[in-house]
């Protein structure tokens, strides 16, 4: 007749379970830093690109801008329509022209 082997309990009681079990949550810890680190690095290259690529698209439209603008008389027209006043110079807001303008034209006319 043939023996049968006695077994010694549930198999996770076995040392040699314990052993591979304890070395995956080892090997789990030791590479959750290394992998948080990668993906928030990679999170970060991300959004600095799209940045960057925002940037480059606003570069282009400038460069198309000073392109465009061919001559110091315009650059100033341009920079006193922003507002911008030489230095020495002083700026005076004048509002209300419309108005005056209609209310004048009428004057204009009977003369």
């Known amino acids: 007749m043939a023996r049968r082997r006695r077994t010694h ?4 009681r076995s040392p040699r379970v314990w052993i591979a079990v304890v ?6 810890v030791l590479y959750y830093k290394p992998a948080r680190t ?3 690095t990679r999170d970060t290259a991300a959004n600095r690109a799209a ?3 925002k940037l480059r698209h606003q570069h282009a439209l400038l ?3 000073v392109a465009a603008s061919t001559s110091d008389a315009e650059l100033a027209r341009e920079a006193r ?3 911008y006043v030489k230095p020495g110079e002083q700026l005076f807001i004048v509002r209300g022209i419309k108005r ?6 009428s004057v204009g ?3």
Request: no cysteine; proline share 3%; hydrophobic share 45%.
């Open 9 to 12: 309990g549930p198999r996770w």
């Open 23 to 28: 070395s995956l949550v080892v090997v789990a």
């Open 38 to 40: 990668y993906l928030h």
């Open 51 to 53: 940045e960057v690529r």
């Open 63 to 65: 460069e198309r801008l």
């Open 81 to 83: 329509r922003l507002g």
């Open 100 to 105: 005056w303008l209609k209310a004048h034209a």
């Open 109 to 111: 006319d009977d003369g």
